[in-house]
């Protein structure tokens, strides 16, 4: 068995196989991979996910040590629960295993065909007994009483024609749920090889595993935080997007905290270990993730449900002609024209042509069950940080003081931070290059001081910019000229920059996070389409989350929150039966996202938010958010129209057969003919349809 160690503990250890290799197990297939592994003697527990390819042991350190474990499971051998189609072909891909299996069909022997259909009938037949045993009236039983009927009768024609009709349906299920499977293995682990720690005042690397509580952990500019802990040295600029939304990085400093998950942009920390591995908040907020998953993974699919519905009235049908007319051939006929075939074969093709076409207008679902899932969404919760903003930085205004003008203040911040990749940097760049002000370099060597601002000579004059802890209390400037403007602007919900000059104030520089253009646009347009509820919730402060609500006319809002008081949220609202389809761009967001019932991803957004969305917006904008919508309840429509069609249709045959003269083979050509014309009804565009 191969794996990956994704992390553990004396006596846990969480464990990652491909998810691929276990989407064909049965329910009993998996279970019986579960006990051969809790069998190891040493193990005391063993739980497999099939989403996620996630398994998490618990042993007896006493018994077993980790070496001698991960050296049984390497041996171990779980073929016999492995179906044979999981091992091969290429990764969601059935289609070269179907063309073979048509291109067999036409190109073996004539005298051998019926002991190719036959054998080829098998399976279907003891799936059918299986369901009688079981006494279950379902889609099993119905393929395999007509097939075994037509087998009886010596009807091979029939036989395979039919299922060459069922295994086409199963084909395109398959790839569907190919699609929608994601490998979530690359983004829900830190990765973390070797780390740097210092020890008696000299820096040295180990691995990451030998880490322990109360080890100084060096950490330099552009690097991953791998533990959560307690700064003791040095100060830096910490991007906490990943657990927070905020898009600025925030300073951190002796005595403050720091996650696991994060990243330093500028400055150097050494931090003392607290937590790591799964005690982290970032690793919590993965096990949020495999919990919602898993519980996705166990809702039924609507189509079965749909055809299996429509199995009883096959069945009494063919019994009346049996029982009432003493004509099994009849009932043969009837049974030929089930209604199963049309809905099981038309339901996956509107899926399929909803999903190419979804691509083509900016909408990637990852297979049936989300486009399902929104068509019934009542109520959509928005992250605001790059979903409902742009999560880009820009110069909102210029506020001067003590004589100088805005282009002046302007001209000599843009000449300080053009020299910085931060995101603000380059909005005053930018701002100034949109207005034309000349910021030709008239300054010394820059000097910049890590999550504080930058000082440098402007024309012979000692210039500072940055933030207000570092101009008034490490400058020692007076900033209570700036003190009303500055107030007005945070509760706005802004941020600001303070410049100034030998000593006093010149200006002051307010940085917004803009909406998007189209949010408001989008959300009319999503409350005409049903949408009853909408709100936000963000990790970023209370005033801009309060500032954006009241633009966009939401429900309601929540500020500040961490990634699991998100997830607490959506679970509140699920439980008070809404709903609920969760719109966000980060890694903060995908514990939410997760636990909804829908969760979609910015075209932009984190790698593992894309990961866990069930839908992907693949344009940069909030457009394709409506397209979804419309997507979704028109694939549902015609899904009804065809189940409501296919079984008028069919009603009518079965009613032809029982009073006419059909014969098996004239039914089995109608039925079929009935079955296209509903999945070419299946395959034309969605959204091109007359408004």
């Known amino acids: 068995m191969r794996f990956t160690v994704v992390h553990s503990l004396p006596g846990r250890v969480r464990l990652r196989t491909n998810p691929d290799t276990l989407k064909f197990c049965s329910d009993s297939g998996l279970a019986g991979i579960s006990r051969n592994i809790a069998d190891i003697p040493g193990v005391r527990s063993a739980a497999l996910n099939p989403r996620t390819g996630s398994i998490l042991l618990y042993y007896d350190p006493a018994l077993l040590d980790k070496p001698g474990l991960f050296g049984i499971l390497l041996r171990l051998d779980l073929s016999s629960q492995i179906p044979a189609k999981a091992h091969g072909g290429k990764k969601g891909s059935p289609g070269w295993s179907y063309i073979g299996y048509q291109l067999f069909r036409f190109l073996r022997p004539p005298a051998l065909k019926p002991l190719f259909t036959i054998v080829g009938a098998l399976p279907f037949i003891f799936a059918g007994l299986r369901s009688l045993y079981k006494l279950k009236m379902d889609i099993p039983l119905l393929d395999g009483s007509v097939i075994l009927l037509s087998l009886l009768g010596k009807d091979y024609k029939t036989a395979s024609t039919l299922m060459m009709l069922l295994k086409t349906g199963q084909y395109l299920e398959d790839?569907?749920?190919?699609?929608?499977?994601?490998?979530?293995?690359?983004?829900?682990?830190?990765?973390?090889?070797?780390?740097?720690?210092?020890?008696?005042?000299?820096?040295?690397?180990?691995?990451?595993?030998?880490?322990?509580?109360?080890?100084?952990?060096?950490?330099?500019?552009?690097?991953?935080?791998p533990i959560d802990g307690r700064v003791v040295e040095g100060n830096a600029m910490v991007n906490e997007s990943s657990m927070t939304g905020e898009p600025l990085a925030s300073s951190r400093t002796i005595g403050a905290t720091v996650h696991a998950g994060t990243v330093i942009e500028e400055g150097e920390l050494v931090v003392e270990l607290v937590q790591k591995g799964e005690d982290t908040r970032f690793q919590k907020i993965v096990q949020l993730i495999e919990e919602s998953e898993a519980v996705k993974a166990k809702i039924e699919s609507r189509v079965n449900e749909l055809a299996n519905k429509a199995v009883p009235f096959s069945f009494i049908a063919a019994?009346?002609?049996?029982?009432?007319?003493?004509?099994?051939?009849?009932?043969?006929t009837i049974l030929s024209i089930d209604y199963s075939c049309a809905i099981k074969l038309s339901t996956p093709l509107v899926f399929l042509s909803a999903m190419r076409e979804g691509l083509q207008n900016g909408v990637f679902f990852k297979g049936s069950a989300p486009m399902e899932a929104f068509a019934g969404v009542d109520t959509i919760v928005f992250?605001?940080?790059?979903?409902?903003?742009?999560?880009?930085?820009t110069l909102l205004r210029i506020i001067p003081y003590n004589g100088y003008a805005c282009a002046d203040v302007l001209r000599i911040a843009a000449c300080l931070e053009e020299h910085f990749p931060h995101p603000v940097a380059k909005a005053v760049v930018k701002r100034a290059l949109e207005e034309g002000v000349e910021h030709r370099e008239k300054h010394s060597t820059v000097k910049y001081i890590a999550a504080h601002g930058i000082a440098t000579e402007y024309e012979g004059k000692h210039t500072v910019i940055g933030s207000r802890h570092f101009i008034s209390e490490d400058e020692g400037i007076d900033i209570a000229i700036a003190s009303g403007d500055e107030a007005t602007a945070i509760a706005e919900g802004r941020s600001v920059l303070y410049l100034a000059s030998e000593g006093k104030i010149a200006g002051l520089l307010v940085i917004d996070d803009p909406l998007r253009e189209e949010a408001a646009e989008v959300i009319a347009m999503l409350r005409k389409l049903g949408i009853k509820r909408i709100y936000l919730l963000s990790g970023d402060n209370k005033r801009t989350t309060e500032r954006i609500a009241r633009n966009l006319g939401v429900d309601a809002f929540r500020g500040e929150l961490l990634p699991n008081e998100k997830t607490d949220l959506v679970r509140a609202l699920k439980e008070k039966g809404c709903s609920v389809a969760v719109v966000g761009d980060g890694m903060n967001d995908s514990p939410a996202m997760s636990a909804s019932d829908v969760g979609i991803a910015m075209k932009d957004g984190a790698d593992l938010a894309q990961s866990v969305a069930d839908i992907t917006l693949k344009d940069p904008s909030l457009y394709p958010l409506v397209i979804a919508r419309l997507m979704s309840e028109r694939a549902m429509k015609r899904i009804h129209d065809n189940t409501v069609a296919a079984i008028s249709i069919n009603s009518?045959?079965?009613?032809?057969?029982?009073?006419?003269?059909?014969?098996?083979?004239?039914?089995?050509?109608?039925h079929n003919l009935t079955t296209l014309a509903v999945s070419l009804n299946s395959m034309r565009p969605l959204i091109k349809e007359s408004k």
Do not use: C
Not at 179 to 191: D, K, M, Q
Not at 319 to 332: T, V
Not at 656 to 669: A, I, P, R, Y
């Open 175 to 225: 790839w569907a749920r190919a699609r929608s499977r994601e490998n979530l293995a690359i983004g829900i682990s830190l990765n973390v090889g070797q780390v740097w720690i210092r020890h008696d005042g000299r820096d040295e690397q180990i691995p990451y595993s030998r880490l322990k509580k109360g080890d100084l952990v060096v950490l330099r500019a552009g690097a991953l935080i």
């Open 319 to 332: 019994a009346f002609a049996a029982l009432l007319k003493g004509n099994i051939k009849k009932a043969q």
């Open 383 to 393: 992250d605001k940080t790059g979903t409902l903003t742009k999560a880009t930085p």
């Open 652 to 670: 009518v045959l079965i009613l032809m057969s029982f009073f006419g003269n059909f014969t098996t083979t004239s039914s089995v050509w109608l």
